[in-house]
Each structure stands twice: as C-alpha cells, then as structure tokens.
C-alpha cells in the first residue's frame, strides 16, 4: 500500500468515528505553513479548517552541538498541533556548526552540506522521538537555493535525500519522505528535480515543491502551471522563441514517476489594510483550490503561510497575529475563503454541493448560485462542464501565437534568469519577495529572517521571537 495513503485514511476513519460525513478515499489535503509557531500560527490553521502544518524542524535548533538532540521545543509545536487536531509536516534541515563540511559560500553553516553521516544520525534520532507523532518528514528546504543548500545536486542527493530517507524508512516504516522541496525562483529547479528522481524516485514516496506564480496567460512570464505541470514555449509561428524550464510534472513524467505531488509552499502577499492586494489573495487561493480537484496526482497543498507579525515586512499570511482581538489575530478575507471551501467542496473532504462551494468549479468566471447561470440552486452539484483543458489555461494559455515575437526581447532576458548568472530580472517583484526567501533562525530569543540575494547574503527583516507568538 502507498505509504502517503495511510495517513489520509486513517483520518477519513477517526472522523468517520465522530459521525461526520466524509469520503472513504483520499480526500486532497490542505495546510498552512507555521514554522515554529506554538499557537496563532496553529489556531488559524485549524480556524481555517485544514488539517496540516509544515514545520520548521530546524537540525541546528535541536542539536547545535553533537550531544544528542534536544527536542523540546518541537515537543511543544507537535503538542500544541496535535491539541487543535492537526498533522505535521516536519522539514528537516539546516546544519549545525559542528556537522557542517566547511562554509563554501558563505552564509554560516546552516546552508552547508553536512558531514557524511551526520544528517542520517539525526533524521534517526527525529524520527524515533516523534514516533506515533510524526509520520510525514521533508527532507530540506529549496536546496537548489544558495540561501538554503550551499551544494550541488549530487550533494544533496548524497548527503541529504538517500541518507536522509532511509534513516526515515529504517526508524519508521510507515512513515513518509517528502522531497525535494524545490523553489521555482531562479535555481535550476528543472535539473534539481531530475537529479533528485534520478538517485531517489524509489526513497521518495511523495514529490515536493513550490510554486509562487499567477494565474495569468504565461506570455510574459512563467505561471502557476508552468511551473507545476507544462512549461512555457512561445512560437511566432511555428518558430521556438523562448522555452522554459520542465515543469515538475515532466519531469516526474520523464522519469516514470507517478507518485503523488504535493506542493508545500505557495501564497500571495496581502497586507492588512489593502483591500486590493487581499482580494488578490483570496482571488489567488481560489485558483489554486479550482485548480486541485481536476489533478488528483496533486494530493495535497500547504500554502504559505499562516500568519504575518505586525511590522515584520511580510505579509502572507492568512492572518494577522493580534493578540488584542478576541481569537488572537485579525483574519484576512481569504480565511473565510478557506472555511468555505474546505466545508463545503467534497475534493477536500466537504460536505456541500459545487454550486456552493465558494469555487469556480467550471472556468467560466461565474462563482457558485446565482452567479453561475448554470446553478439551479445552492444545492446544484454541477456549475457546468469545465473546459476541455480541464480549466483554468493548464495548457491552453500558452504556446503564443504570432505576437511572441514582439516580447522576445523580455522574455530572453526572462529565461535568462533561471539560468544565468545572476539576473534576477525574470522574477517578478512580487514574486521575488515570496517564494520562502527567508527563514527563521531561532537564535538568541529572535528569529531572523534572513533573505539572500544572488552571491551576497544580507538580513532583510527581523521577525519578533516565536515567544511573542505564545499565548501565555
Ligand atoms: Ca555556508
Ligand atoms: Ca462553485
Ligand atoms: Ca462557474
């Protein structure tokens, strides 16, 4: 039996024992990233009515010295999550001083490629604490960026994936390796995912990666489906001008890989307060949520990210902690986008009809009774037939036509980017500012948000201490 189904049915039963309707398959999982929050990260996961978070179980939180590993901390998040009825998502990664084969590049140790044996000692010792806790482990974080993973993809692969999967399968046989987490910014994600299927498509039992791109037609820039499942070629005529990367879909095709995908990070930027920018974001989750059920190879989705702290520069999450309000934040529009359609949309283990989902089930810009012409009522269970691609522009949008051309030059320079030497041009600012370019190092009380640019490593934001996000 797949591994990555366990968890899912075991669910579907103990809710089934609480009398609430739910389908006996596999429904599409949905989750918030929380990092290392102990509480309002977790209640507007749980307010949201999903059932996962992917945390931040930082290696040199929990052993900075080789002494054996102090898990308390992550003790308290896995506590505080199984509390509010949630599941774990762990992300294991980023060394300590002491396990690091030396600083090439900068940046401290926390990106550096570990000594061998190191990480699979302490994937180990994880494992075997969290046992009957844990069953879902993410082995790393976007290691095709520098930021993150100093090395090369024979240096993860050797270092991280296969050590790293079989100390997960040795300490837990039903538990499950998630990998390779790669980012779409920049980072040759396209070869990352190759190299990685390559030496571990049998240690990996569910795909990973992010996805951080619009909905928009592809022409000038890569978006969500690009990235996720086709890649960008524009013609003029019948004459190639610009061809991206693979997807993560082809390439898990060209390696014969039909094991579930899951994307663990993707969100939109909306800071409180500007109504424009947070109708984006309920706009965007919606897509991705329309986006899901038609594709049942992607089986679940963890967006980023919970909450946002007030002044800390980012801006997206679904809530913003206020511990001055009555549940402890201030939600964003898209937190009741989340209860609706979680509640409601059967893919996601809900119990209404589509016609009142909250989606656009069928692609035609219509939402739901009465907007959808083709509803009869809220209890309809059909907006209509979706289009032939199977809604949305999953392929459809891309592939220009004659006017290609015309952006040709843009478009270089955008292709450019995710190959070249340091040009960001291709990402957009939007985009550049997300894609989990920072990450929080509990260091000294604080977590720092550090953010890199290409070649040179710079703090950008400073996050108040996770303590501020305790209730207590
Ligand atoms: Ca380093
Ligand atoms: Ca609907
Ligand atoms: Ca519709």
């Not at 999550?81 to 990664?93: D, E, T």
């Not at 007030?310 to 937190?335: C, I």
Request: aromatic letters at 8%; one cysteine or more.
């Amino acid at each position: 039996m797949d591994r990555s189904l366990v968890p899912a049915l075991a669910l579907a039963a103990s809710t089934s024992l609480l009398g609430l309707a739910r389908p006996a398959l596999a429904v599409q999982e949905l989750g918030l990233n929380t990092h290392q929050s102990t509480s309002v990260g977790l209640d507007a996961t749980r307010d949201a009515k999903l059932r996962w978070v992917r945390i931040d179980l930082n290696w040199f939180n929990a052993q900075p010295t080789p002494a054996a590993p102090d898990f308390s901390l992550f003790d308290t998040i896995v506590d505080e999550a199984q509390a509010r009825g949630l599941s774990v998502l762990a992300v294991v990664g980023y060394t300590p001083d002491w396990a690091s084969a030396g600083d090439q590049k900068g940046g401290g140790a926390l990106n550096d490629v570990p000594k061998e044996g190191t990480y699979a000692d302490f994937v180990k010792a994880t494992v075997e604490h969290f046992q009957g806790k844990i069953t879902h482990y993410e082995l790393w974080n976007e290691p095709n960026l520098e930021q993150f993973f100093e090395g090369n993809p024979d240096d993860y692969v050797q270092r991280v994936l296969l050590p790293g999967a079989a100390a997960v399968h040795q300490a837990c046989p039903s538990c499950v390796v998630l990998a390779p987490g790669l980012a779409t910014v920049g980072g040759k994600y396209d070869e990352w995912m190759s190299a990685s299927l390559a030496a571990a498509k049998d240690q990996i039992d569910i795909v990973t990666g992010h996805v951080y791109a619009d909905f928009g037609n592809g022409q000038s820039a890569d978006n969500f489906f690009n990235k996720l499942e086709q890649h960008r070629v524009l013609k003029s005529g019948d004459l190639v001008v610009y061809e991206g990367p693979l997807s993560f879909k082809e390439v898990m095709s060209q390696h014969g890989v039909n094991k579930p995908f899951w994307l663990t990070e993707t969100g939109r930027e909306a800071p409180l307060g500007d109504a424009t920018k947070l109708e984006e974001q309920r706009v965007f989750y919606r897509h991705v949520l329309e986006a899901m059920p038609s594709r049942p190879w992607w089986t679940a989705t963890i967006f980023y990210e919970s909450f946002d702290e007030p002044a800390s520069g980012y801006s997206f999450g679904v809530v913003m902690h206020d511990e001055s309000k009555p549940l402890g934040y201030e939600a964003k529009p898209v937190l009741g986008l989340l209860q609706k359609v979680v509640g409601a949309q059967t893919a996601f283990g809900g119990s209404g009809a589509d016609c009142d989902d909250g989606l656009d089930n069928d692609g035609d810009g219509f939402v739901d009774y009465p907007a959808d012409p083709e509803c009869s009522s809220i209890l309809a269970s059909s907006e209509g037939d979706p289009p032939p691609d199977g809604g949305l522009g999953g392929g459809g949008g891309q592939g220009g036509q004659g006017g290609a051309g015309g952006g040709q030059g843009g478009q270089g320079g955008a292709g450019g980017a995710s190959e070249g030497e340091g040009c960001g041009c291709r990402i957009a600012a939007e985009e550049r500012a997300s894609e989990g370019l920072y990450l929080l190092i509990a260091a000294g009380g604080l977590a720092l948000a550090r953010r890199r640019a290409r070649g040179t490593s710079r703090p950008i934001a400073r996050k108040p201490a996770d303590g501020s996000a305790r209730r207590d």
